[in-house]
């Protein structure tokens, strides 16, 4: 389990504390309805792709020697 966002709300301020938790962001939202897990999702679901899907640069055919020495 994860904390997706620090709300504005008070009650946040004593989840966290019994949590014992940082959020993962903090964009001031104050739109309740679980907006910033929405977001959060997102986010997350975007960062694993990359993480999990993205070429390196052997697999791209990508040489790390351009920078002058040959």
């Known amino acids: 389990m994860f904390m997706s966002h ?3 709300e008070p009650a946040h301020e004593g989840l ?6 940082g959020a993962l962001f903090d964009f ?3 739109l309740g309805e679980g907006t ?3 977001i ?7 960062a ?3 993480y999990s899907e ?4 052997k697999n791209a ?6 920078n002058g020495e040959g």
Do not use: N, P
């Open 48 to 50: 694993a792709k990359i």
């Open 36 to 38: 910033g897990a929405v």
């Open 16 to 21: 966290f504390g019994q949590v014992k938790q």
């Open 61 to 66: 055919g990508v040489s790390h020697k351009g």
């Open 28 to 30: 001031g939202l104050r």
């Open 54 to 57: 993205m070429a390196t640069f």
């Open 6 to 8: 620090r709300s504005q």
């Open 40 to 46: 959060c999702m997102s986010l997350l679901e975007a």
